[in-house]
Structure formats: structure tokens, C-alpha cells
T-cell receptor, first 113, second 113 residues
């Protein structure tokens, strides 16, 4: 049972344009959502998170939107840069589970110069 | 420098042998986690520990064992009972409690031949 799903295995965008990565979840207990960025043969690095009491969180070029009724979140990167090319993982947790994170399958983002 | 250290980065073992992956953190985090990543899949939780001398099974614990004798250390043993041990293994840690991000090590690529 895949509780967190990223339906797009890959996304390609031009440098300077917006990248939108999507994530859906099924477990209504989830109340904290995170995005991680991962390069090959390295550990994931934390990008940005959002609590379920918010619908938007912004940090520089990165913005995460949460639509609880649709059980959907998205990561917007504006403007996209070639260095943003990596695999992006969506993850979720709920209060008592701490950082026991449930991950999506990941989306490979390629930003073309 | 605070962080999580996994060693070795690459590990080769013969089929039927047990192997132990090391994970050390100096972030003073109470909680530690082991995840496994396979191609095209998200990270799946193997074991986690929220406090010294205590640990719980994650989603795919069969064929693995762990110990948590010290706060800083959370070694993972891949036993001969694990049917498909070849994978990328990631260790993470976090503060205790909910709504917090986990910090990851650089990973260990285990190849069983």
C-alpha cells in the first residue's frame, strides 16, 4: 500500500522557468510533509517542509503548497537552475511517529541550460 | 562538524555472509533510522530507534538486525536471510518528537555477489 505517491518519474524544464513537482498521499493521519533532494550515491538533503495547519511555505526559490482536501502537495522551484537537477522525494509523517518518514518514489528533475 | 557518518561507502560481500553497516552521529539526536533505496523506488524503512537500548521494526525488517547500545551509534546487520540484500542503505537521525526533519548520512552501497 503506497501511502505517498509521486506519479511523475521524471520532469524536464528549461533554466529560468518554473519546476512543479507533485505528490499525493492517502493517509489522512499525516500532518507533516517534507521535500528532500538527492544526488546519485549520496544521502538525501532536506529542502523544505510544511505542517498540515498551513497551506503554503516559502523558502527562497522553493515553495511548497498543501491541499489537504485533495491530499496533494506540490513543490515549486522558481527560477529553476541547472544545479537543481536531482531526484526529489516527497515524504510525510504524523505526530507520534516522529521522523518515521514515509517516502514517495521520487521524481528526477532535469533543468536544461 | 556535526553530522552522520556511514561507513564504508561501498561494500561487497559473498552470498550467505552476514555484513554489518556502520552509522555514527554526533548531532546528539535521540532517534535513528535505517532506510533502503532500490532503483525507481522511494526509501523504505528497515528499523528505527527512538532511544538507547530500544528499537522497532519498520516496513521491511525481515533479514535485518540492529542494536542501539550507544546514543551515537546504530549499526545495521544484513543477514543471510535477507533475500535481496544488494541495495543502497541510508542511515538517518532526528530529534525526538513529531514534525521534524531527519538528517541523512551519505549512504552505503552494498553489493552481494
Amino acid at each position: 500500500d503506497q501511502q505517498v505517491k509521486q506519479n511523475s518519474p521524471s520532469l524536464s524544464v528549461q533554466e529560468g522557468r518554473i519546476s512543479i513537482l507533485n505528490c499525493d498521499y492517502t493517509n489522512s493521519m499525516f500532518d507533516y510533509f517534507l521535500w528532500y533532494k538527492k544526488y546519485p550515491a549520496e544521502g538525501p538533503t532536506f529542502l523544505i517542509s510544511i505542517s498540515s495547519i498551513k497551506d503554503k511555505n516559502e523558502d527562497g526559490r522553493f515553495t511548497v503548497f498543501l491541499n489537504k482536501s485533495a491530499k496533494h502537495l506540490s513543490l515549486h522551484i522558481v527560477p529553476s537552475q541547472p544545479g537543481d537537477s536531482a531526484v526529489y522525494f516527497c515524504a510525510a509523517s504524523w505526530g507520534t511517529s516522529g521522523s518515521r518518514l514515509t517516502f514517495g518514489e521520487g521524481t528526477q528533475l532535469t533543468v536544461n541550460p | 562538524d556535526g553530522g552522520i557518518t556511514q561507513s564504508p561507502k561501498y561494500l561487497f560481500r559473498k552470498e550467505g555472509q552476514n555484513v554489518t553497516l556502520s552509522c555514527e552521529q554526533n548531532l546528539n539526536h535521540d532517534a535513528m533510522y535505517w532506510y533502503r533505496q532500490d532503483p525507481g523506488q522511494g526509501l523504505r524503512l528497515i528499523y528505527y530507534s527512538q532511544i538507547v537500548n530500544d528499537f522497532q521494526k519498520g516496513d521491511i525488517a525481515e533479514g535485518y538486525s540492529v542494536s542501539r547500545e550507544k546514543k551515537e551509534s546504530f549499526p545495521l546487520t544484513v543477514t543471510s536471510a535477507q533475500k535481496n540484500p544488494t541495495a543502497f542503505y541510508l542511515c538517518a537521525s532526528s530529534i525526538q518528537g513529531g514534525n521534524t526533519e531527519a538528517f541523512f548520512g551519505q549512504g552505503t552501497r552494498l553489493t552481494v555477489v
